[in-house]
Structure formats: structure tokens, C-alpha cells
């Protein structure tokens, strides 16, 4: 007991010296605004915007992708398509819930989306199935602070560069008026509206598609829905083209096919054994649709011809699972069948794993792309031939098992 003052006063030292720490990085983070105020004059933001959007301003440290000196990094929250098996992220219940009340919009806003398909060439389903996915129809709304979340990935982030960039940006929104600083709300990674634009995508696609002067993505679903169409066609979306179709594969197909790069048009995987789900028809333009093979869980789940427009909702979101979700949330909204082939039980890696397997694929001469902690198509194709080349089953699948196998092997 006699040690315990000792022992408080220690603590009361820390806490102190805590204390001065966190606030000689306030105040190193507000001298860093206080720098942007030139970048943010030449966008033409007046120092009242400047102030008021700045003034007091802390950096939200429960922020993921933030790298703190003593501190681990955070992995990223609400980003089930990097963490979740493709079985748990398209949930049938979920599917079947967002649909319906798709179904409902569809009805509500066919004109608009008709005319929004007219000039951009996007189908209806689509943007609704986008619409659904990024923020359950605008039922769940953003509540982060977006200038305190840019302001804190500038400062803080990996991409400090993109998110300065971002920030001033968002200022230049509240100085021409788009949205008031109290409306201003954001993901945690400063997204923000009904389908979840940067400030950058704000000034490259939002549109005034309901005719009030304003480009207002937080509350008209008709420009948040335009804009979204805009983006979609600047990304590569190509007219009258569906974004996927479900096949049956040949039983001896080789899953290190499927990479966006090998692409035929659709006649010929016909001709290969790959068979349409449901049986369905092609047409003869269809046929000769370039599409790449996708298999999202290898060979343990339901296998797709990707065409060019899978790719350009990947620009949007770059996710295989969520291209899936959100194409066929879009089929389902005019077609109430699930995919024919169901999904099967697969654990999925964590990141900091997938990471090791892309360093250890990329070190052998496998992988030739972005170390991610993903398991895209072109990761799983280079686990494939990882497989092959070591005498294992060849499923395209990342597992605790397969990563083992890999670090103690030098081939």
C-alpha cells in the first residue's frame, strides 16, 4: 500500500504527458489546415467558408487506414466485400428485401428513369440496384462530419495527396453553395450522398436532372441517380449490354482462365461446354459479346461471362462481390430467380494472409499486380497456377492451408 501514491502520481504523469501529446497534435493539425488556406483561395473559398468549415476542427483518430505513430492500423469497417465470403455478402434475404422495394422505385420513378436511360444508356434496374446497395435507398444516411473526415485522411491517411485534394474540394462545395457545413455528411471514407460521391466525382458528374438549378445528390433521387448514370458511362458502360450472364462450366474447366485480360466473345465459350443458366437463349449478337470468365469463389460457387460492363461498374466500386451484388440486385428487380448454382462453404482469408500470399505469388514470378490483401480475378487465377505447378487440387481459392503450403515451399 505504501507504494501506491508513488504509483498514482506515475500514472497522473502519463495521463499528462498523454494529454500535452494530444494536443500539441491538435495543434500541429491545425497549423496543417492553416497551410491549405492558400490552395483553398485560388478554388475561390473565402476565408468566412475557410474559418467556419475549419474552426476547432480535431482529427478523428477512430478513423480506419490511418497510420499513427505507436499506434497498429485499423482495419477498415463497413467494407463486408473485402471481409465476407461471397455466401454472406449476397445474402438471399438481403437480395430479396432490396428488390422489392426496387420493384417500388422502378414504379415511382419511371419516367425520370427512362429519360436518365435515353441520355446516359443505363438501365433503370441498375442504378437502383447501386442506389440500394450504397445506401439502402437513402434510408441509411451518412453521419460523419465530411471535412473532418478528408481532414483527417489528408493529414493522417495512406493517399494523403488524394484526400488534400478531396478536402479542398469539399470546401469549394460549401463555398458555391451545394450543401450547408451542418448537411455536409460523409461515409468514414468521405463519400457522401444517395449513392456516394467524393467532391471529385461531385464536380466531374453530378447533374441537375430535376430541373430545380440545383445538383443536389443528397436528397433528389432523380440527380443522384443522373449523376450516378454519368459516372457509369464515363467509366466505359456500354449501351444495350448486360453486365454478366450465370453459366454452367465444363467439368474440367481451368480456373486460371478467368482473368479480365482473356476475353472471347460469348459464341465461343458456348462452344467450350459452357452452358447458360436456366437455359437460356443467346441471341446472335449476344454471341458475339467479348466476355472474360468469372468465378468469384473458384470452383465453389457460380461461374459468369463478364462483358465490358462488368468491368465499368468495377471502376465505380473495385469489388467482384459487389459488381455481383449490385448486378444481380438489377436482374432481380425485373427477375425473381437466384443464381442457379448456389454458393459454397469457403472461409475467407484475412487480409494481412492475402497480403502474405500476393507478396509470396509476386517474389515467384505469379502475380503481376497490386499487393491489396484481395483476392480478385487476378489473384485467384495466380493461385491457380500456383496449384498447378505444385501438383494441388486446382480450385483458385485462397486458404489458411494453400498460404502454409506456399511458405514452406520455394517453387
Not at 6 to 32: I, K, P
Request: aromatic share 10%; with cysteine; hydrophobic share 40%.
Amino acid at each position: 500500500m505504501k507504494f501506491a501514491p508513488y504509483f498514482f502520481c506515475g500514472a497522473l504523469l502519463v495521463a499528462l504527458a498523454g494529454a500535452q501529446s494530444a494536443h500539441t497534435a491538435d495543434a500541429a493539425f491545425q497549423a496543417w489546415l492553416q497551410s491549405l488556406w492558400p490552395q483553398a483561395h485560388e478554388l475561390g473559398v473565402s476565408r468566412a467558408t475557410f474559418d467556419a468549415a475549419t474552426r476547432g476542427l480535431e482529427p478523428d483518430l477512430s478513423l480506419p487506414e490511418l497510420v499513427i505513430p505507436g499506434r497498429p492500423e485499423q482495419a477498415a469497417p463497413g467494407q463486408p466485400e473485402f471481409v465476407q465470403t461471397p455466401a454472406e455478402y449476397l445474402k438471399e434475404t438481403t437480395i430479396e428485401v432490396l428488390a422489392a422495394q426496387g420493384r417500388k422505385l422502378l414504379n415511382q420513378y419511371q419516367p425520370q428513369l427512362a429519360a436518365i436511360e435515353r441520355q446516359f444508356g443505363v438501365p433503370p434496374p441498375l442504378l437502383l440496384a447501386i442506389f440500394g446497395r450504397e445506401t439502402d435507398y437513402g434510408r441509411a444516411r451518412d453521419t460523419h462530419n465530411a471535412i473532418r473526415v478528408l481532414a483527417t485522411q489528408a493529414y493522417l491517411g495512406k493517399r494523403k495527396e488524394k484526400f488534400r485534394e478531396e478536402l479542398l474540394l469539399a470546401l469549394k462545395m460549401l463555398e458555391e453553395g451545394y450543401v450547408k457545413l451542418a448537411d455536409m455528411k460523409s461515409s468514414w471514407a468521405g463519400a457522401m450522398g444517395l449513392t456516394q460521391f467524393l467532391p471529385s466525382d461531385f464536380y466531374k458528374y453530378a447533374v441537375d436532372f430535376d430541373g430545380d438549378g440545383r445538383r443536389d445528390i443528397w436528397n433528389s433521387v432523380p440527380n443522384a441517380l443522373a449523376s450516378t448514370a454519368k459516372q457509369l458511362l464515363d467509366k466505359g458502360w456500354q449501351r444495350d449490354l448486360r453486365w454478366a450472364y450465370e453459366v454452367h462450366p465444363p467439368g474440367n474447366v481451368d480456373c486460371t482462365i478467368g482473368i479480365p485480360e482473356n476475353t472471347r466473345p460469348i459464341g465461343e465459350w458456348l462452344k467450350e461446354g459452357f452452358a447458360p443458366a436456366y437455359g437460356r437463349a443467346f441471341s446472335p449478337a449476344a454471341r458475339a459479346v467479348p466476355a472474360s470468365l468469372l468465378q468469384p469463389a473458384g470452383l465453389y460457387g457460380p461461374s459468369f461471362l463478364a462483358t465490358r460492363n462488368y468491368f465499368a461498374i468495377k471502376e465505380y466500386n473495385f469489388s467482384d462481390l459487389y459488381v455481383l451484388f449490385v448486378g444481380h440486385l438489377s436482374d432481380r428487380i425485373a427477375d425473381p430467380q437466384p443464381f442457379e448454382t448456389p454458393w459454397g462453404k469457403v472461409a475467407q482469408l484475412p487480409s494481412r494472409d492475402l497480403d502474405r500470399m500476393q507478396e509470396i505469388l509476386t517474389a515467384r514470378g505469379y502475380y503481376h499486380d497490386r499487393i491489396d490483401g484481395k483476392a480478385g480475378m487476378k489473384t485467384r487465377a495466380a493461385l491457380g497456377d500456383y496449384q498447378k505447378r505444385n501438383g494441388l487440387k486446382v480450385d483458385c481459392w485462397p486458404t489458411a492451408a494453400l498460404l502454409a503450403h506456399m511458405q514452406t515451399r520455394q517453387n
